[in-house]
């Protein structure tokens, strides 16, 4: 395959992001080292999209990016992270991740922190995740943030918003389907429940 035919392809990808620099960052990135033809459905599955909003856009590229992902585990940890959102602590991704069942193969903490700190420069690479201000925290683009929870909840039934106001609390009908609440720098106007019918729900590590 001569280089001008996958120039030729790269640029025809990066006009359909609309131009946004993190999309066609995260698509060029979950691409790289991909064959022509994995290179030609991805353009094939851009064509079909009709993006009226930036964050349609942001979504089909992140969600390009993390079907490429190599396994189950890298899947489960970025949507993890996408939950605990920006600048936050390697430390607490690790208790969740044990709490959770997600490393798969560790039998003490130290394989459990090296295979953890494996995961997030994988996530990295694809810019999925990013460098905080310290070696201790790990960070997200926040508009891939917001792509990767819409991913959780349609893909793993959660329930996860960020920046509102939650009025009432959900009706104990729907919460019973959802494995995952999450709620981030959100404000609850009403009392929480005195007991949560969640029977699906996955409970982690204080």
């Not at 064509?47 to 396994?71: A, I, N, P, W």
């Not at 404000?187 to 929480?192: G, M, R, T, W």
């Amino acid at each position: 395959m001569i280089k001008t035919e996958f120039d030729s392809l790269a640029s025809q990808i990066a006009k359909k992001c609309s131009g946004l620099p993190v999309a066609i960052v995260t698509v060029g990135r979950a691409l790289k080292g991909k064959s022509f033809p994995i290179w030609k459905e991805a353009l094939r599955q851009l064509e079909r999209q009709e993006f009226t909003e930036v964050q349609e856009t942001t979504e089909f590229s992140t969600k390009l990016s993390y079907d490429h992902l190599e396994d189950e585990e890298l899947k489960a940890t970025f949507l993890l992270c996408s939950q605990m959102g920006n600048d936050s602590l390697i430390v607490d991704l690790l208790k969740y991740c044990i709490g959770l069942g997600i490393l798969e193969g560790v039998y003490t903490i130290r394989e459990a922190q090296d295979k953890l700190n494996v995961l997030i420069g994988s996530l990295k690479n694809p810019n999925l995740l990013l460098d905080s201000y310290s070696g201790d925290c790990f960070t997200i683009h926040d508009i891939v943030c917001d792509a990767a929870l819409s991913i959780a909840f349609k893909e793993q039934h959660a329930f996860l918003k960020r920046y509102i106001r939650l009025d009432d609390w959900l009706d104990e009908d729907k919460l019973e389907k959802y494995i995952t609440i999450s709620l981030q720098y959100s404000d609850i106007d009403d009392e929480l429940p005195e007991s949560i019918n969640c029977t699906e729900t996955q409970s982690t590590p204080t």
